[in-house]
């Protein structure tokens, strides 16, 4: 995680919420010509979590693999100069509240990849809001506007 306090903080988890997000903060960077920091966050699943035999790095792989797939997505071939990419262990809510000392701004998407999807807000991103350390941004999926 980048200690930079300048800063610009995107909680990424794949889904199209966070890709939002990604290219709302590279466009926040660029103006602010601040650095960009992708974060993504894995633990082990917790049905494994009673057994000796899984392999966490299977997981900390597949969130590497959500997380260079989303800056794909967003960016292509040509990811943004100063873009840091980090993993850190453990539950979104905590690890990006914690992550968002010192940073410009926090920005999340409006929902994840869990379930409810009638919520209005996740779980990660109320918390964000609430406990983050800095300003949070919390956006939506681009929707077509009407007039």
Do not use: K, N
Not at 23 to 52: F, H, K, N, Q, S
Not at 73 to 98: I, K, S, Y
Not at 116 to 121: E, P, T
């Amino acid at each position: 995680m980048s200690t930079s306090p300048e800063r610009i903080l995107v909680g990424v988890d794949g889904s199209a919420w966070s890709r939002t997000a990604l290219r709302e903060g590279a466009r926040i960077a660029t103006a602010l010509e601040a650095p960009l920091e992708a974060v993504t966050c894995w633990d082990v699943a917790p049905v494994y979590a009673g057994y000796g035999t899984y392999d966490s790095e299977f997981f900390r792989a597949q969130a590497q693999r959500v997380l260079d797939g989303a800056v794909a997505d967003v960016f292509g071939d040509d990811p943004p100069a100063g873009l840091t990419r980090t993993l850190l262990r453990g539950h979104p809510r905590e690890q990006l509240v914690e992550a968002s000392r010192g940073a410009q701004v926090l920005v999340v998407g409006r929902r994840g990849t869990g379930g409810f999807g009638a919520l209005l807000l996740g779980s990660v991103s109320s918390a964000c809001l609430v406990h983050a350390h800095c300003p949070v941004l919390v956006v939506r999926e681009d929707v077509p506007v009407r007039v």
